[in-house]
């Protein structure tokens, strides 16, 4: 197990490979930075994984290399030395969609990193591949990070039990609920939104202890501002 700097106390975020990181913030919330530094600084852990971006919105990501766009079809297998695709389907097919991530089930080990989960929300359960990529990860291992800014249009099945929660500011009273569920707060006790405009609760799923908050991606040690 590995271990992620994140508090000025010196604690640790234990992290492991395989790992799902969920992300839920309304528009402007500052959650695409958040998941790009969290990438970053994941690859700087697991160096010999490769990355896979799923951009369905096309804007965020252009600076990467290896960026591939498509009108129904698929992005080539990754050959030889390149650790990077940064997949922009331009029309999203889900029989499309699930064999590309059939493909990064099959490529262990790896790191998902699905920028804007709506685009996965086709049919009444959403994709299966994300799912399973979920729930098998840490057998194979693909690690998985997952961003969204409404939660309120995903499937409960999409999003089973995330191992690392970034709840930054939300929109709704539904999604706010959710993700104090994800995060372990009691439905008696109230969890503020963020006082600053980038500001981030974090928790485990697996820690017995209240959420951590911080100002913004950048308060976390270990994560360079970019």
């Given at each position: ?10 604690s640790?975020?234990?992290v ?50 290896n ?16 650790r990077?695709?940064?997949w ?5 097919v ?20 699905v ?8 049919g ?8 399973n990529i ?28 995330p191992?690392?929660?970034m709840?930054?500011r ?6 706010r ?40 991606i ?9």
């Amino acid at each position: 197990m590995d271990k992620l700097p994140i508090s000025p106390t010196n604690s640790k975020i234990q992290v492991r490979p395989g790992d799902t990181w969920l992300l839920a913030g309304r528009k402007g919330s500052g959650k695409t930075t958040a998941g790009k530094l969290l990438t970053g600084q994941l690859l700087n852990i697991y160096p010999t994984h490769r990355l896979y971006i799923f951009d369905g919105k096309m804007r965020d990501f252009q600076h990467y290399p290896n960026i591939i766009q498509t009108d129904g079809g698929l992005p080539p297998k990754m050959t030889g030395n390149q650790r990077t695709q940064v997949w922009q389907p331009l029309t999203i097919v889900p029989e499309r969609v699930e064999e590309w991530l059939w493909r990064v089930r099959q490529d262990p080990p790896a790191i998902l990193q699905v920028d804007e989960l709506l685009f996965l929300c086709y049919g009444p359960n959403g994709s299966d591949e994300l799912t399973n990529i979920t729930k098998l990860g840490r057998g194979l291992p693909i690690l998985t990070v997952v961003q969204t800014q409404e939660l309120v249009r995903v499937p409960r099945g999409t999003l089973t039990q995330p191992d690392h929660v970034m709840r930054l500011r939300l929109k709704s009273r539904y999604e706010r609920r959710l993700m104090s569920d994800f995060l372990n707060v009691d439905e008696d006790e109230h969890l503020a939104e963020p006082q600053d405009r980038h500001g981030i609760w974090y928790g485990h799923a697996e820690v017995d202890e209240p959420p951590r908050y911080y100002h913004s991606i950048q308060a976390l040690p270990g994560l360079p501002e970019r």
